[in-house]
Antibody
Framework: EVQLVESGGGLVQPGGSLRLSCAASGFTFSSYTMNWVRQAPGKGLEWVSYISSSSSTIYYADSVKGRFTISRDNAKNSLYLQMNSLRAEDTAVYYC????????????WGQGTMVTVSS | SYELTQPPSVSVSPGQTASITCSGEKLGDKNACWYQQKPGQSPVLVIYQDSKRPSGIPERFSGSNSGNTATLTISGTQAMDEADYYCQAWDSSTVVFGGGTKLTVL
């Protein structure tokens, strides 16, 4: 079964750091681009970051640029998001999502992990 | 920055056709896709590359994209289709989502 499972969410104080992980299974992880997408409580979807299959190309949303770092380990079938200098507005469910072959869309999503930034 | 605009809500009677629009500058020149999200669940891709359906998505879901508007059409809408729908497109090196449309089937 094709599956993505996120972990690492939790409660963190403003200015703190957190590292999210996404474990992939059921497909050749190294062949696909990956993304992080977040959703604040009661709000819509917001794209966070993209990484190509070989990690050669990385993009970030302006709202997280300079604070978040996306990475992947193809040998471990894992995607990561290092989040530093966290703010209250970063509070959201964070999803990892697989890019389609054409990169345009996200065809597989994880169940999400909640990140709460609060003192 | 690039923006995609969706109506906040659309209502449809069971068995009728629902249309949800997504507007953006020259959106027709990009590949648009659509996601369905039910409460407490992760999004599900229902249309990609303007009009293609992933396997497992019912034929009643269709899409089009021309000019400045992409449209998701649900024919013979069922109660199970009640959900939030989001359009999405790439603009250069950025992914943009529409604000979402709540589809109510009543």
């Amino acid at each position: 079964e094709v599956q993505l499972v996120e972990s690492g969410g939790g409660l963190v104080q403003p200015g703190g750091s957190l590292r999210l992980s996404c474990a992939a299974s059921g497909f050749t992880f190294s062949s696909y681009t990956m993304n992080w997408v977040r959703q604040a409580p009661g709000k819509g979807l917001e794209w966070v970051s993209y990484i190509s299959s070989s990690s050669s190309t990385i993009y970030y949303a302006d709202s997280v640029k300079g604070r978040f770092t996306i990475s992947r380990d193809n040998a471990k079938n894992s995607l990561y998001l290092q989040m530093n200098s966290l703010r209250a507005e970063d509070t959201a469910v964070y999803y990892c999502a697989r890019g389609t072959v054409g990169r345009d869309a996200f065809d597989i999503w994880g169940q999400g992990t909640m990140v709460t930034v609060s003192s | 920055s690039y923006e995609l605009t969706q109506p906040p809500s659309v209502s449809v009677s069971p068995g009728q056709t629902a249309s949800i629009t997504c507007s953006g500058e020259k959106l027709g020149d990009k590949n648009a896709c659509w996601y369905q999200q039910k409460p407490g669940q992760s999004p599900v891709l229902v249309i990609y590359q303007d009009s293609k359906r992933p396997s497992g998505i019912p034929e009643r879901f269709s899409g089009s994209n021309s000019g400045n508007t992409a449209t998701l059409t649900i024919s013979g809408t069922q109660a199970m289709d009640e959900a939030d729908y989001y359009c999405q497109a790439w603009d250069s090196s950025t992914v943009v989502f529409g604000g979402g449309t709540k589809l109510t089937v009543l």
